[in-house]
């Protein structure tokens, strides 16, 4: 997979492209404080990205449309249910703040934008 991947890129965005892709992990750390894990969910690359702050441990992605999918009933297209309810309680256990990708609310808790 890891190679059928490195291919399209290289034919994507050209050769000298593949130098500069970076194939994450399941929990692996990008940079000191900046983590990443496997939420599945919405497709088969969504990911969770998580980091400290002075507010405590943020967490975002795309496994979440909305803040409902976190709250309440999910919402949004996924590919699997399972994976979200998962992913779901993992960010309700361990995140002290969660940002959807795709929802307008974010600019409304934090006006600004500015979280932490």
Same mark, same amino acid.
């Given at each position: 997979?890891?190679?059928?991947? %490195?291919? #399209?890129?290289?034919?994507? @965005? =050209?050769?000298?492209? *593949?130098? *500069?892709? *970076? @194939? ?7 940079? $000191? /404080?900046?983590?990443?894990?496997? #939420?599945? &969910? ?8 998580? @980091?400290? &702050?002075? %507010?405590?441990?943020?967490? &975002? /992605?795309?496994? %979440? ?6 709250? =309440?009933? $999910?919402? /949004?297209? #996924? ?6 309810? %998962?992913?779901?309680?993992?960010? *309700?256990?361990?995140?002290?703040? @969660?940002? $959807? ?9 934090? $006006?600004?934008?500015?979280? #932490?």
């Amino acid at each position: 997979m890891r190679l059928a991947c %490195a291919v #399209a890129v290289g034919v994507l @965005f =050209g050769a000298e492209a *593949r130098s *500069r892709v *970076r @194939f994450l992990k399941d929990e692996e750390e990008i940079c $000191p /404080g900046i983590h990443a894990w496997w #939420a599945g &969910t919405h497709h088969r690359s969504s990911m969770v990205y998580s @980091f400290e &702050t002075d %507010a405590g441990l943020v967490m &975002t /992605g795309d496994c %979440a449309m909305k803040y409902g999918n976190i709250d =309440g009933h $999910p919402l /949004g297209i #996924a590919e699997s249910i399972l994976e979200g309810e %998962a992913a779901y309680r993992r960010i *309700r256990r361990e995140a002290k703040i @969660f940002l $959807p990708l795709y929802d307008p609310e974010v600019l409304d808790r934090y $006006p600004g934008g500015r979280v #932490a």
